[in-house]
T-cell receptor, first 110, second 112 residues
């Protein structure tokens, strides 16, 4: 059974803080993704990675960075959190078939 | 124009009804297509892939029309447990690999 886990379900941070969101998958998938989901806007791709140490910008990378030092782990970093980054963040992994999502992290930036 | 467009709904239908959702996509080079289901406060999960010839999985039927660039999902004999948001997903092969683009979802509410 594929499992994608995220470090926190709920997170509250203050404006200007550095925020780390961690994602781990246990299926040896090459591809990993970070999305944010907002009402009326759907899922939007922030960054993705198709191999260790590789990263590609998605549709809305501004204000975010990522790190993929190990195949199973993909981290999303908010260098200086802002209130407009309050959102649900979903990590996903995929090989050649189905894309599996983690349970999501609801981040609130005050 | 959005890459993937869906009617947000909600579609409120009685139990046992048949309901259909459509989704249009803008990039004719899109290669594969999916429907995902997302329950309230949960992550999206794959419902079914959509094949060119159309495919069926129990009460669910998916169809693809490449000429008109739309896909559809038909649910027969709706159950209360079908209440969810249904996401249309389109896959495009880019220089960086396969990229999935998600629609904003269509909300279905099945009522007694």
């Amino acid at each position: 059974d594929v499992k994608v886990t995220q470090s926190s379900r709920y997170l509250v941070k203050r404006t200007g803080e550095k925020v780390f969101l961690e994602c781990v998958q246990d299926m040896d998938h090459e591809n990993m993704f970070w999305y944010r989901q907002d009402p009326g806007l759907g899922l939007r791709l922030i960054y993705f990675s198709y191999d260790v140490k590789m990263k590609e910008k998605g549709d809305i990378p501004e204000g975010y960075s990522v790190s993929r030092e190990k195949k199973e782990r993909f981290s999303l970093i908010l260098e200086s959190a802002s209130t407009n980054q309050t959102s649900m963040y979903l990590c996903a992994s995929r090989s050649t078939g189905e894309q599996y999502f983690g349970p999501g992290t609801r981040l609130t930036v005050l | 124009r959005k890459e993937v467009e869906q009617d947000p709904g909600p579609f409120n239908v009685p139990e046992g009804a048949t309901v259909a959702f459509n989704c249009t996509y803008s990039n004719s080079a899109s290669q594969s297509f999916f429907w995902y289901r997302q329950d309230c406060r949960k992550e999206p999960k794959l419902l079914m892939s959509v094949y060119s010839s159309g495919n069926e999985d129990g009460r669910f039927t998916a169809q693809l029309n490449r000429a008109s660039q739309y896909i559809s999902l038909l649910i027969r004999d709706s159950k209360l447990s079908d209440s969810a948001t249904y996401l249309c997903v389109v896959n495009l092969l880019t220089g960086g690999g396969n990229k999935l683009t998600f629609g904003t979802g269509t909300q279905l509410k099945v009522e007694l």
